[in-house]
């Protein structure tokens, strides 16, 4: 059984970034032959990538989506448009290759890890990975979701993933989730994470009536008063009100920075998890990678806490870690650039007639526009 005080130990080796690395790779992209800038966000992630691992030419090619699956005993007070059921039911289609992550996964060339965190029901299944805590959290509209403990053992079992991830030799990887009532948890941990009202976090997940909605705010609301969860200590809060999902997906994001490996938020669940990490460890925020935009309405108020910002607009709310193969293309692309694109030399172009508008703020990407 890990401790606090070990798991606390761990988190906290996480690594600086190399600085020198990315003044490289900047410099790299900048000798480019194209006008400043102009390749926007792909030399963001050029850069990023460079600062991740060090190498100005990172292989990105050995990818891996790790999907944490557990229930939620919240369910019970119809919360969701899904019966819990589906959370045992996609689990299994998960190893046969038939939902979205896995079609979409397998068309841009990525593993899938599927663990069992919490699922309710015996499942022994090869290709599903045990890691199970309890079966489902308790239904935090009568008491906290887990104890401290268990919270604590949920990160740490994402925490191992992500080290088993970096043992095999993955190189780039990615995180998801399948839990039938996770956006009620999630909303709650992000709520009193932000200190933002339950109204301008919560959304209709994958489709509720209005009354049902209205009914999912009050109990996140009840849960919050009834269990008190201390905003400024991230453990306290998953453990009141998220679910094994979004401990685990948290300790995953931890051990992917503290292993040095570039790791893909998915959508709202997964960028929630994230900020729960940051809460723990704010140098894990600098291996992140956002992927696409969910269309929670709690997505864009985590990634603002995250100071991270979605590359993609595709209006999608599946989850499952459905955007981190498409993220993934998006990488192919900006590792290309960098190592396969001639410099002015070598295109033998003068490039000096760029002088007078390199550094010219017309060239700098502003994301809070974009968003």
């Known amino acids: 059984m890990t401790t606090q005080e070990e798991f606390y130990r761990e988190i906290a080796s996480i690594p600086e970034l190399d600085r020198n690395a990315e003044a490289e790779a900047r410099r790299r992209l900048e000798s480019l032959a194209k006008p400043p800038g102009s390749l926007g966000a792909l030399e963001d992630i050029a850069a990023q990538l460079s600062a991740i691992t060090g190498k100005m030419y990172p292989s990105v090619e050995k990818r891996c989506i790790a999907i944490f699956c557990s229930d939620n005993g919240v369910v019970a007070e119809g919360v969701a448009s899904a019966p ?34 919490g699922i309710n029901a015996d499942l022994h299944l090869p290709g599903v990975i045990n890691r199970k805590i309890r079966k489902s959290t308790h239904n935090i509209a009568h008491e906290p979701a887990m104890t401290r403990q268990e919270a604590v053992e949920a990160m740490r079992a994402g925490f191992d993933i992500a080290r088993d991830c970096c043992d095999e030799g993955y190189t780039l990887v990615g995180t998801g989730e399948m839990g039938i009532g996770n956006t009620t948890t999630s909303s ?19 489709g509720l009536d209005n009354e049902s909605f209205k009914k999912k705010k009050e109990i996140i609301r009840r849960a919050i008063r009834s269990f008190e969860p201390d905003p400024d200590d991230a453990i306290d809060v998953v453990a009141k009100l998220g679910g094994f999902d979004i401990a685990a997906m948290a300790g995953f994001f931890l051990g992917a920075a503290a292993h040095r490996l570039p790791v893909v938020v998915d959508g709202f669940i997964s960028i929630v998890s994230a900020l729960v990490a940051a ?48 993220m993934f293309s998006i990488i192919d692309g900006a590792c290309s650039i960098m190592k396969n694109m001639a410099t002015f030399a070598e295109a033998e172009i003068d490039d000096g007639y760029l002088e007078k508008i390199r550094g010219d703020e017309c060239f700098t990407v502003d994301h809070e526009k974009n968003e």
């Open 84 to 117: 819990q059921s589906v959370t045992l039911a996609q689990t299994i289609n998960f190893t046969r290759g038939l939902t979205g992550v896995a079609v979409l996964a397998k068309q841009y060339k990525a593993d899938l890890k599927v663990v069992d965190m």
């Open 188 to 206: 709650a941990v992000l709520s009193v994470l932000t200190g933002l009202p339950v109204d301008e976090v919560v959304g209709k997940g994958a």
């Open 279 to 326: 809460r723990l460890n704010p140098l894990c925020k600098e291996y992140m990678i956002p992927s696409h935009c969910s269309a929670e309405p709690g997505y864009l108020q985590a990634a603002k806490e995250l100071g991270l910002h979605p590359y993609l607009q595709l209006r999608m709310r599946l989850g499952e870690g459905s955007g981190c193969p498409l």
